[in-house]
């Protein structure tokens, strides 16, 4: 992996890779090893569709991660769901206490930008802000959403940083 960001030019830092929850990590001693190197080069790991596996709080204690993402089932219902407030706030108050960044997958309302925001969630990710775009699209989409309140910057920073 040295050689790939050395050939590329990618700065580590740059990399972000996503491991979805329900892949089963189980305590495998290599994927442990390959992991923690890949987190020793400086590239990012996010442990992907948080809440959704069987085995979330063990990954996060075995495993180098360095965010976690919230599951849009979660994001979906919480203006009708009283435990999907709670599962939220749960989740960024232990990302937070583990030094981990959040991103809320699935925001499509300004009320669950707002409560995700207040909640602690360091990014935000959904079709309120955009749809998926291709890379030439990207400034315009930062012109369009540099607008917004302050409390979509980290986002905005998690996309031109």
Do not use: W
């Not at 990954?59 to 599962?87: H, M, N």
């Amino acid at each position: 992996m040295s050689n790939a960001l050395r050939i590329s030019g990618l700065k580590p830092e740059r990399l972000e890779l996503e491991i979805t929850e329900s892949v089963p990590l189980r305590d495998d001693p290599a994927t442990r090893e390959t992991l923690q190197a890949l987190h020793g080069l400086g590239v990012r790991i996010a442990l992907d569709d948080f809440g959704t596996g069987y085995s979330s709080l063990s990954y996060l204690r075995g495993f180098p991660f360095d965010k976690i993402k919230i599951d849009r089932s979660f994001v979906t219902d919480l203006q009708t769901r009283d435990e999907c407030v709670a599962i939220v706030r749960a989740i960024t108050g232990l990302a937070d206490s583990l030094h981990m960044d959040t991103t809320a997958e699935g925001v499509e309302t300004e009320e669950q930008f707002e409560f995700l925001a207040t909640a602690g969630c360091t990014d935000i990710q959904g079709d309120l802000f955009s749809k998926p775009v291709p890379a030439n699209a990207v400034p315009a989409l930062l012109r369009r959403l540099s607008g917004r309140p302050v409390a979509v910057l980290p986002a905005l920073a998690a996309v031109t940083g």
